[in-house]
């Protein structure tokens, strides 16, 4: 049997710089002592990114058979990746407890495998979950059959005491096959920028989709007010969604990047806090400069708008998605701005808050200390509920944009 091996490009950014002359190897006489259940005979290996995840394909020119990789007898398909100024790290493929599942140095890599065809394996992982770093990186690949290990051995056993030293290193072939035979590919881990989002479905909401999710908004900052509510939600370990003035947010660009490294979501509060409510030009300037300056700050395109005052009309809205933005109300409002007592700030929204539920508050616009200070009280005791503080983009189910830079 020849084993041809190919580089396949999944990505037109980035594929195995493909090498015939490495990646081609002869397998005829170690096949003759392929170990029961059958060889991890890989055809080709191909790794790429198109997403935040890294996908790697594993084919094969036989059927990759759960015991062929079983855990428990050292089956395994591995690519090394050596990057520069560290030890390399394997990100291996494996089956255990009846599941595929990715490992890298022992621990278990988050991510997800799939089998389009019996002869070929789709691993799906965030670089970051692998421990991988953004750049380029050699790697390869090294694949062991389970109970490979033993077989060989027997077998050299047998060789040696025909004396025919040639034959066991002929032997020990099957048990690992690297790609390619000789040296390394190059690939290159991106870094991945969110640039926006997008919305669909309906031109305005309310409230999310009911179940367990629901979401924190704060309206009216960034202001001085905003680091601090940023420190809380670390601490509580929380992400929420911040409708920012747009004429605020240049004078506070590093603060509102900070939001999006954590996780927050960026939204549209209009440029300078307009009634918004009749519609016309106007609006859809507020619109477009309120954009504008969260793109300047960040690179990020929101496709969430609230309309200050709640004030809002069809033509608003219709002006909204017009931008690629999603006009989004409350189901829950507390009235912090009135700045009633962090007490009646917490009740109201324990009391207001169902599945799906969309919170109202604010983080700018004037004294928002008891604001803060009920945020401490309401996200635990909601999670003891049971519900999952999500962002509203999470929420609303509306998917990322995002760009790989180098
Ligand atoms: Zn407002």
Known sequence: MRTQVAAVCLSLSLCFAASASAATTQGGAPHSVTPEGGALDLISSSFGQRSRDLEIVYRSSEAITPQLLAAVNGGQICTVFDQAARSARSVCVTRSNGRWQIVSRGDRVEGSVSQPRASELRLRFEPAAAKLRVGLADVYVNATAAGCAEQQAKSAKITWSGAKLGSAAVLAAPCEHRLPRVGSYQARVWDVITTGC???????VSRGPSGKRIALTYDDGPSAYTPAFLRELRRLGVPATFFMIGQHVSANASLVRSMLRDGHMLANHSWSHANMGGGGPSASAQLRDGSAAIRRATG????????PYGSTGADLVSRANAQGMTSVLWSVDPLDWRTPGTGSIVSTVLAQTSGG??????????PRSQTLAAMGQIVPTLKRRGYKFVTLTDLLNYPARIKLVK
């Open 198 to 204: 997008r919305r669909h479905g309906a031109g305005q």
């Open 300 to 307: 990020f395109t929101p496709c969430l708008f609230r309309p």
């Open 357 to 366: 539920g969309i919170i109202l508050s604010h983080d700018g616009g004037g």
